[in-house]
């Protein structure tokens, strides 16, 4: 777990699905780089699944995580905030950062690491990293989370044929999250009625996102702008 002395332990969340596929992914990452390495660092790989209970994908293996959220596109984005609030959760290991990544995905864990502890610590404190999309504008399907959760006035763009502009957004493959970064994602999700699909913006929407009121401690209110 962090100390001082290694204040780095970074979680690896791997989505995936209560598939036959998703199960042979999920032991191709087993035999790979998704198991306890210490030599290169603490790290710990926990893979995410939804279906509930009645998926019975987690009796065989005890890095696997069932949430009582649907499958599908549609459920996508429920699915990650809903992993992320586990991970801040009692059950969960404890961690300094979070790195969201799905079962297609390879990751060099030791590589993280080092890049992590590189960091100057007020970045690394605040993180969110990855590769960033290279979408510019927002689509059609956008729409609905950018009206539900952006400031007109930051991502307004006249140059765009919808008339809005991505923040900047790391692609959901994989990215990066410090805890205090987590947490902020997770509290200002509290407001999103419906939780939109798109998850990798959603996540960065959700870090550019403040509402138009505040209670009195100055925190996230519980109603996004519509």
């Known amino acids: 777990m962090p100390s001082p002395d290694n ?6 969340l791997v989505f995936s699905r209560p598939t036959e596929r998703g199960a042979e992914q999920r032991a191709a990452l087993r ?14 790989v926990r893979f995410v699944l939804g279906g509930g209970n009645s998926s019975g994908a987690a009796t065989a293996h005890n890095d696997t995580v069932v949430l009582d959220v649907g499958e599908g596109y ?3 984005s429920l699915k990650v905030l809903a992993g992320f609030a586990w991970a801040l959760g009692s059950a969960a290991p404890s961690f300094s950062h979070l790195l ?13 690491l080092r890049w992590l502890e590189r960091l100057p610590r007020r970045r690394r404190d605040s993180l969110y990293a990855g590769s960033p999309l290279a979408q510019r504008c927002a689509g059609k399907e956008h729409l609905p989370v950018l009206r539900q959760l952006a400031l007109p006035r930051l991502l307004r763009d006249r140059k765009c044929r919808r008339g809005w502009r991505f923040p900047l957004t790391m692609h959901g493959a994989g ?3 410090s805890r205090g970064t987590a947490v902020q994602v997770v509290r200002r999700a509290e407001a999103l009625h419906p939780v939109p699909n798109a998850e990798d913006l959603t996540v960065a929407l959700l870090l550019h996102y403040r509402s138009r009121q505040t209670n009195g401690s ?3 209110a519980a ?4």
């Open 218 to 220: 100055g925190a996230d």
């Open 74 to 76: 549609s459920s996508l």
């Open 223 to 226: 109603s996004a702008a519509a």
């Open 31 to 44: 035999n790979a780089w998704a198991h306890d390495r210490r030599a290169c660092g603490f790290f710990t």
């Open 175 to 177: 990215y990066l999250l």
């Open 100 to 112: 969201k990544t799905d079962d297609d995905s390879f990751v060099c864990v030791g590589g993280v």
């Open 7 to 12: 204040p780095i332990h970074l979680l690896i």
